[in-house]
């Protein structure tokens, strides 16, 4: 590319011009964080259901579990 940003092939005249603001991401939402209690925590799937209708307008959510919950073993 030249130093203008632009490119030209041969008899078809073809122009690229890049333009960083219109290729930009868009901001970006923080995803939402759950404190749960230990009572709310003690059926986690049912805790998870629960908070569902928050969630769904995003893809991914952090739920920190109370720090005396000891995730299960099955083996």
Do not use: H
């Not at 690229?16 to 230990?38: C, G, S």
Request: charged letters at 30%; a neutral charge; one cysteine or more.
């Amino acid at each position: 590319m030249t130093g203008s940003d632009e490119l030209q092939i041969s008899s078809s005249k073809v122009i690229v011009k890049w333009r960083p603001e219109e290729a930009r991401m868009p901001d970006l939402i923080d995803a939402p964080v759950f404190y749960p209690t230990e009572k709310e925590f003690k059926d986690t799937l049912k805790y998870i259901s629960s908070i569902r209708e928050k969630v769904e307008g995003y893809v991914i959510c952090r739920i920190v579990p109370p720090s005396s919950w000891k995730p299960p073993c099955p083996l």
